[in-house]
């Protein structure tokens, strides 16, 4: 079996080299750090996760929970890593994010298959080549996607503060998860920061007053709409923040305080507590006025910021144009591509894209005809989106993981059993494309 070439040491290339080795595929995995790091990076590990330490929902019956049950079974390495770099995060997967990535670096570097090259690729050998540098990749193999491809699509992703806990004024705080569900889980997961009617008021006039990084002149400021600057969802409508990021919906403040008008949620940062994320509050501010801005939360008055918020722009190509069904250029179908470059959104999303790519092309070099995962399963949905022609005239455009994505359930299922249904009949399509491979 010919070595295989992996250029980017994120989640979807440490997932694709993982993948490969699993197979007995030798590995050349390039990472460009420390070498050359690009504007959303700062450590040399691998895996580093660059926006949240979330990974989103762990309950199997969301579609988010649906994908990462589905990782797990399939052995994905970056599902083993997240598991054991966890933190409290109520419902949802958050991991020690220095710790995670700790654990991915060592399991990649004592790989006896993997053979990892740290520096800028200058020249793309020969054989197989899975293209995961991420949305900011740059060097040869960007270039040269460049000019197979033409313009690439993009987007822009906005980065959440992290403060200091030691800055956090617990006197005007409660710890406490959202919903009595995940309160019965065990220990409180979120630091909660509540607002009056004449706080919340007065956040939102700063985020919509306050100066902005922008875009370069000649760029769009398209934006994920699941993933929005604070600032912009703010400029929706007055209460847009208090029926979205800052909702108070599920929380129970002690006994005695007033019912808040809005709750800015604080998430544990590492294992130690030492710094928190604020949740949802992805921006685009200038940093004098990210400091100004929130602080106005009163539990924040003194907050000391051990990371600003920042806007970064991620490319992606109009996949279902330029790939084949094992995730192949057609244009040079020894190179394959996976991530969030092929147009899915989210560190999971991400991981998966890295999985099917190393799976569907470990079986081509075993001589065996690669099977994309059934449409039922999560795995499927997100190959589906990334490879399906479009409607004419349609845009391609990034996606997260959602149930809308999966084919529609037989039948008319009540709301209570269809992410039941959903949950049952994808993990049996996806045992059945395990299988084979054993």
Excluded at 44 to 68: H, I, M, Q, R
Excluded at 114 to 142: D, T, Y
Excluded at 218 to 241: I, N, S, T
Excluded at 358 to 378: K, V
Aim: overall charge positive.
């Amino acid at each position: 079996m010919p070595a295989c070439t992996v250029i980017g040491g994120g989640l979807a290339g440490c997932e694709a080299a993982w993948q490969l080795t699993r197979a007995g595929c030798d590995v050349d995995l390039w990472e460009s750090k420390p070498a050359a790091f690009s504007p959303a990076h700062a450590s040399p590990l691998l895996a580093e996760l660059v926006c949240s330490n979330s990974l989103g929902s762990d309950d199997p019956l969301t579609a988010p929970g649906l994908l990462k049950a589905e990782l797990r079974r399939a052995g994905s390495l970056v599902l083993r890593c997240a598991d054991e770099a966890r933190v409290p995060a109520g419902g949802a997967l958050a991991v020690d994010r220095r710790e995670f990535a700790r654990r991915a670096t060592t399991a990649v570097a004592l790989e006896p298959r993997v053979r990892l090259r740290r520096g800028v690729l200058e020249a793309v050998p020969a054989g197989p080549v899975v293209v995961a540098s991420g949305p900011l990749g740059f060097g040869p193999p960007a270039r040269e996607l460049q000019r197979l491809l033409g313009d690439a699509l993009h987007f822009y992703d906005a980065i959440a503060p992290i403060v200091d806990a030691d800055s956090v004024d617990m006197a005007r705080a409660f710890v406490g998860n959202r919903w009595d569900r995940e309160r019965a889980t065990g220990e409180a997961a979120y630091v909660n920061c509540p607002l009056s009617r004449g706080e919340y008021q007065a956040l939102v006039r700063a985020l919509r007053e306050g100066r902005k990084v922008a875009p370069r002149g000649f760029e769009e400021p398209r934006y994920f709409e699941g993933c929005l600057p604070v600032e912009v969802l703010a400029a929706r409508g007055d209460d847009a923040l208090a029926y979205g990021p800052l909702r108070p919906v599920g929380l129970e403040p002690p006994p005695g305080w007033p019912r808040p008008y809005a709750v800015l949620q604080l998430r544990p940062e590492d294992e130690a507590r030492t710094c928190f994320n604020l949740v949802g509050l992805q921006t685009r501010l200038t940093y004098p006025e990210q400091r100004r801005s929130f602080r106005l939360v009163p539990a924040l008055h003194r907050a000391e910021f051990v990371r600003l918020g920042s806007i970064h722009r991620n490319s992606y190509v109009d996949a279902p144009r330029v790939l084949g069904p094992e995730l192949e250029l057609r244009a040079r179908p020894e190179w394959r591509l996976a991530g969030q470059v092929t147009g899915v959104e989210g560190y999971v999303e991400s991981t998966a894209m890295g999985l099917l790519c190393g799976r569907l092309l470990a079986a081509r070099l075993q001589g065996l005809a690669p099977a994309p995962p059934p449409p039922e399963t999560a795995l499927g949905a997100l190959h589906r989106h990334v490879t399906r022609p479009r409607k004419e005239g349609a845009a391609y455009e990034p996606a997260a993981i959602t149930h809308g994505l999966l084919p529609p359930l037989p039948g008319r299922p009540g709301r209570r059993d269809r992410r039941r249904l959903h949950l049952e009949r994808a993990l049996r399509a996806l045992e059945a494309w395990l299988a084979p491979a054993g």
